[in-house]
């Protein structure tokens, strides 16, 4: 029996978005190889998008890794199924229905291939690389332009029966509150959270403080950065902002510690640059609503992983998972 | 080597209440050899209450199977600890601080003990016993006095990281809603769709109608029972309270399931016996709060077991459990 060096072995991380696509080949340490990215939403078909991603991956392989020790791929995709290994309904991508992409992917490359959501990949790749190292029981939270998670539960990702558990965004945090732009459901943590539901929160707040610094700004320019902008430079009102969102997420990851007493809950995502501003008063809520039992016990932490990357290395990671 | 025949192995189930405990033995069939009662409340020492136990359940086990086929206890009890088979701060028992309740039965019994709380030992008896034979993913719900949830992902037992996992109860379904009589906390689901909760709804709404049959009764006879008697007489303020009731389960189930996208929840406890009063406007909110990916693919259904035997079993699935 020949021996392989396990070290060596090199697994491909894709993360799909709506508009761009990244992918890296990843060693076991979680060190990226050789990266990349192209467009997403040029191609209207998903095997035209397969071809260009071959010819972009081909050369790192060629020159990284022998073909015995490319191990497989590991997808991050919205709407994406672990069990069935199709992307389903996704609103934000080009091909519709139920797009059967590891199979795909598997007659393309010759390798097995495996798929999940974006921030279960993620969580993956925190629990693999990152500040989940050891843990067993924890919660991601991605707070981008929406708001994802995954949900490690015993060691394990929580798929739930038909694979797509772990939609806390869409949790109702406050039941007949603000309308989602897309889904139509009244008070989503997403709603509110998002990058898109700060920006919201600061439009509103802003009209009702004429004296805001948040209104020296274009209606385009409010977003997540410009509000930070102005709480570090002292404005109550852009304080105001992230004090009332951290409110609504700390209550909702309340919540979320009585299904699961997870050790630790990650943030992750753009948002997180807001620092305490947004820290502090999610964890005063989340500990406030908390039953006595469970009080000053729950990490509420930061991603340590490089954003950049992050999707990549948790996409690689369901190469690795048992 | 003696072969030990499966088929024949009993285990010791045991439910403690704060006022009775109730205990039977069990084998892998979950048929109930023999069982049999005693009070909780009475005793002020654990010891004690051991001592009791003992006494009431040696003769049963000589009587029923030969020591060698009595395989372990397992133990269903507010506050248990899965990990350290302690009993912690149980606000309803006389025994304060951290019991070590598992290790005083093994010393007693001879016997392995695990313990978990109430609802997960319940949610474990409907997988081995009941509705949810064959489901990996499945959420019970207890609604009783209080409201108590069991977990169970990808076939295992939610646990958390602290053994605490599964307070549904407590989360918050109307933040500044309803305050806990005995938490404190503000719009809990227990506080609205536990028989106590369902009290204080009744009591409140027949106030606003003085023609609801619900002021034929006494204030202390307003309980889910006889707001079912009123409702099955067709008066529509009782109709309402379940209906109320059932919106704020439906708005919470939806939430859950977001969660952890399970193949069903089971229903279970006191206030089931309102059958389709209070299951079709549950099912109803639940739905319109899914996001439309889990719509119409989540099984509402009420328990198998009997009631009276349920925790019994439930408990003694701990034994089984691999």
Redesign the interface.
């Given at each position: 029996m020949a021996l392989i060096d396990l070290s060596r072995q090199v697994a491909l991380g894709i993360d799909i978005g709506g508009t761009n696509t990244k992918f890296g080949l990843v060693n076991h340490r979680g060190e990226i190889l050789a990266k990349g990215a192209m467009k997403t939403d040029i191609h209207e078909t998903v095997e035209g998008f397969i071809d260009e991603l071959y010819q972009n991956v081909q050369p790192l392989i060629e020159d990284h890794c022998a073909d015995k020790l490319f191990e497989g791929i590991g997808v991050g995709a919205p709407?994406a199924n672990y069990y069935t290994g199709t992307i389903?309904?996704a609103p934000n991508l080009n091909w519709k229905g139920i797009v059967p992409f590891a199979a795909l992917m598997e007659e393309k490359f010759g390798k097995p291939c495996k798929m999940t959501n974006d921030a279960n990949a993620a969580a993956l790749g925190e629990m693999m690389y990152g500040a989940a190292r050891g843990?067993?029981?924890f919660i991601m939270i991605t707070l981008g332009t929406g708001v994802g998670s995954g949900?490690v539960?015993?060691g394990?990702l929580?798929?739930?029966?038909?694979?797509?558990?772990?939609?806390?965004g869409?949790?109702?945090?406050?039941?007949g509150g603000r309308k989602h732009w897309s889904?139509g459901?009244e008070g989503s943590l997403e709603a509110y959270a998002s990058a898109t539901g700060i920006a919201i929160t600061a439009k509103k707040m802003r009209a009702e403080f004429p004296e805001s610094m948040l209104n020296e700004y274009a209606e385009e320019e409010i977003n997540s950065k410009t509000v930070h902008e102005c709480a570090l430079k002292g404005d109550p009102t852009a304080i105001e902002v992230f004090r009332y969102t951290g409110q609504k997420l700390g209550?909702a990851l309340?919540?979320?510690v009585?299904?699961?007493?997870?050790?630790a809950i990650l943030l992750f995502g753009g948002v997180i640059r807001a620092g305490d501003f947004i820290l502090k008063p999610t964890k005063l809520h989340m500990e406030r609503?908390l039953?006595?039992?469970?009080r000053n016990?729950v990490k509420l932490v930061f991603s340590e992983l490089n954003e950049a990357d992050a999707a990549i290395l948790g996409a690689s990671a369901l190469v690795w998972e048992k």
């Open positions: 709407n389903e309904q843990m067993k029981d949900i539960c015993g394990r929580v798929y739930g029966h038909d694979g797509f558990a772990g939609e806390l869409h949790a109702i945090v406050k039941p889904t459901s209550e309340a919540n979320f009585m299904f699961s007493s997870p050790e609503n039953l006595p039992i469970f016990k």
